[in-house]
């Protein structure tokens, strides 16, 4: 079992910026693939971003030159930074990882609210 803790979400003005944080219980070393997903309201889940093993992220075309996936190995810790925030990128956004052997956990979700 893997567990990941996300923060950092809150309320921003458009054009504003927030950093989340996905805290896992295991060495990221352990991941096939990180991401973060978000979910607005009666929205289906969508992938924002992700982050290979590798290194390599791959990127919604809606946040592209936006936000950025980075990660800190000594912290197990992934990150999402935010920046140019509109009110459509308000959602709950969700962490996930998927381990080398095919499984998926799931972050509880941290709400991103943007105010035009």
């Known amino acids: 079992q893997v567990h990941l803790v996300e923060s950092g979400g809150g309320l921003v003005q458009a054009g504003g910026s927030l950093r989340l944080s996905c805290a896992t219980s295991a060495s990221i070393f352990a991941f096939r693939t990180m991401a973060w997903y978000r979910q607005g309201t009666a929205k289906q889940r969508e992938l924002v971003g992700k982050?290979?093993?590798?290194?390599?992220?791959d990127y919604a075309d809606s946040v592209k030159g936006r936000f950025t996936i980075s990660r800190d190995n000594a912290k197990n810790t992934v990150y999402l930074q935010m920046n140019n925030l509109q009110p459509e990128d308000g959602a709950v956004y969700y962490c996930m990882v998927s381990t080398h052997s095919g499984f998926d956990f799931w972050g509880q979700g941290t709400q991103v609210t943007v105010s035009s």
């Open positions: 982050i290979s093993s590798g290194g390599y992220t």
